[in-house]
């Protein structure tokens, strides 16, 4: 008989937004007062920009084409130079110079963040925020880097958890014992908590003297406004030995429903003998067979500089709702972090309220869907999370509507 991964069965039944997704259909299914306004799940409102749509247009009719036809690209694990070029480009704008062999182009941050741990033992330590995004965690799961699940602690037990809270001002400490895998992820998600370069120095230190690696995921880079906050781990020194970076095109061009992303890992990067990005390239050669060449070319087209200012518009347009969410939310009395560098905002739910039961309220009583932070482990309890993500008009209609029943 087959034996199945064990690991998978640890798991529990959903994953949060099914849950979400759950009540509100039951919810709906009462006949709601008013329609509902979903700034919940992290997807994308915004259609592509122009560039992109002119870009796969182009590509699509080279498809149909003899002569420009494309089949498997046989460039480096899928990803055509034009777009490692351009990504190179990129990261050399803020003075990071990464060559082009480092860049591993995907179809999803979402898949290289659970499938980098591949080419790391099950016994490694795994350090996460506490929230957190929970792909980090439930792949460490399936994995069987997790250990058990103590429902008590709610928590799983070989992970290390970093809680971030108001107290420390949603960063986490650098830890007290050795952890060998370490996902930070700034802008943060769900706290939308950015971190300095000083703050960040100290975990490249940190892992540089243990001898961790840093899993670094920018995906909301994009949405960095101070112009001090690093938008990479590159910008750190010291990083090229114990980093890789995780970034997609998701909420930076809308391509939630594209899917485009990329994966950093520099060649200097080193564990146990073996050369990272070496080991990472034969894993992606051998499981993956790259992104299609329409979607390369879409992706390309948002780092020209007609693509970074047409994006940059709709970043723009989605920073003025977390403003929006921001400022309403704390005339309601609620306390207000992120929302400035970041598309997410975390509002404490009023005191006594815990956060699924205030989620509840916010669906039922204003028509609004938000997540609750308990969903993104034990130290969001006692916080919501809203998105910007939303129509502009929606948005302010939400704030109303929460405004009115608070
Ligand atoms: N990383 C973080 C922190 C995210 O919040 C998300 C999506 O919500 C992703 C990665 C997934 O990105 P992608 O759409 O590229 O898979």
Known sequence: MAKINQNFLKLPGGYLFPEIGRRVRAFSAENPPMPLIRLGIGDVTQPLVPVVIEAMTKATAEMGV???????????????????????????????????????????????????????????????????????????????????????????????????????????AIPDKKVDMIYLCFPNNPTGAVATKEQLQKWVDYANAVGAVILFDSAYEAYITDPAIPHSIFEIPGAKTCAIELRSFSKTAGFTGTRCAYTVVPKALERDGANLNKLWNRRQSTKFNGVSYVIQRAAEATLTPLGKAQTGETIRYYLRNAQTIKKGLAEAGLTVYGGDNSPYIWASTPSGTDSWSFFDKLLKEACVVTTPGAGFGPSGEGYIRLTAFGDAQATEEAVRRIQGIL
């Not at 499938?115 to 350090?127: E, H, L, R, S, T």
């Not at 792909?135 to 250990?147: H, I, N, P, W």
């Open 66 to 172: 003899k002569e420009t036809f494309r089949g498997y690209c046989e460039e480096t694990c899928g990803a055509y130079d034009f777009l490692r070029f351009a990504i190179q480009n990129d990261y050399r704008a803020r003075g990071v110079d990464i060559d082009d062999d480092e860049i591993f182009v995907s179809d999803g941050a979402k898949s290289d963040c659970g499938n980098i741990g591949d080419i790391f033992d099950v016994d490694n330590v795994v350090a996460v925020c506490d929230p957190v995004y929970p792909v980090y965690v439930d792949t460490s799961v399936m994995a069987g880097r997790a250990g058990d699940y103590d429902a008590v602690n709610q928590r799983w037990t070989k992970l290390h958890y970093m809680p971030c809270t108001a107290d420390n001002d949603f960063t986490p």
